[in-house]
Structure formats: C-alpha cells, structure tokens
C-alpha cells in the first residue's frame, strides 16, 4: 500500500517547477519561465489561468509539444526541449491580468502537472494622467480565451 502511494504520489513532486511569484508592470511585458522534467519534451505544455478553484482552469494557450512558438492574441508560449522549459509572454499586463495562473505540462496517460504562480500587476509607475492611459489603451483587449 505505501508504494502503491509512493508510485501515485511521485509523478507530480517535481514534473514542473517555476516562480511561485512574478510581479509585473502595468503595460508591460509579463514573462514566465516553467522547468520540466526531462522526458516531457514532446509532451503539450501549457497556461492556463485559474478560478477560483485551482482544478478549474481556464486555458489561455498550448503547444503542440514542438518548440514552435505558438502566439494568440498577447499571450505566446515557446518550449526549448534542450533547456526543459518553456516560456511564457504577455504583452500589455493589464490590471485584470492579476490572478493565478499554472504553467503545465499534458500527460497522456496521467493527470496533467503543472505549477502555480502567481501573478501581480503593479500599476504603471509613471505619474502621467492615468486616466487617459485608461482610455486610450480602452483598458487592454478582452481576454482570448
Ligand atoms: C534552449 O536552451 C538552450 C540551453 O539553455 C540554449 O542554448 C538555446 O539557445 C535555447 N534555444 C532556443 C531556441 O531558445
């Protein structure tokens, strides 16, 4: 029974690490790094952003388990098999933006695996009409889901 437990639990202890926190900058580029363990290369890494149950998750991009940079809308997500990782880019971090997200990895066999991090937005730190900003940028795009 115990290595019964051993054998579930272990797949998940480390199959993928990243930064438990990122802050960005408002109007900024948000950048996310996530490790995998290596044999994952060719499996399909993903972000996703997560309700407020952390199993209900809302997919935001994917790859296909090549290193193909795969770009929708701000979000882009670009795996390096070499390096075992893969990273994440947002481009113009809105306030909205704030929110738990997890960066994974699609196990055919298994559950996914994946790493929660948590993302900050700092507002934008100049002191230039804020207001305005607001306005033109007509506060980001609607998130593509
Ligand atoms: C992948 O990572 C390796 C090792 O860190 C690096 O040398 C290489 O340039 C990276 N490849 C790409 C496409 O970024």
């Given amino acids: ?3 019964f437990l051993v054998w579930i639990l272990s797949p998940g202890v480390w199959a993928v690490k990243g930064p438990k926190q990122v802050t960005a900058d408002q109007g900024s580029l ?17 972000w996703c952003r997560q309700s407020f149950l952390w199993f209900c998750c809302t997919n935001i991009i994917q790859t296909s388990g090549s290193e193909v940079t795969v770009t929708q809308g701000r979000v ?3 795996d ?3 390096a075992h990782s893969f990273m994440v880019t947002q481009s113009g971090v809105t306030l909205g933006d704030a929110g738990r997200y997890s960066c994974g990895v699609k196990r055919k066999l298994w559950f996914s695996t994946s790493h929660t991090t948590r993302v ?3 507002a934008a730190a100049s002191t230039t009409t804020e207001g305005s900003d607001v306005g033109s940028s007509g506060r980001g795009e609607p998130p593509v889901l």
């Fill in 76 to 78: 882009s997500i670009r």
């Fill in 30 to 46: 948000l950048a996310v790094s996530c490790s995998y363990e290596p044999g994952y290369e060719l499996n399909s890494k993903y």
């Fill in 1 to 3: 029974m115990r290595i």
């Fill in 80 to 82: 390096n098999h070499t």
């Fill in 120 to 122: 900050m937005v700092s």
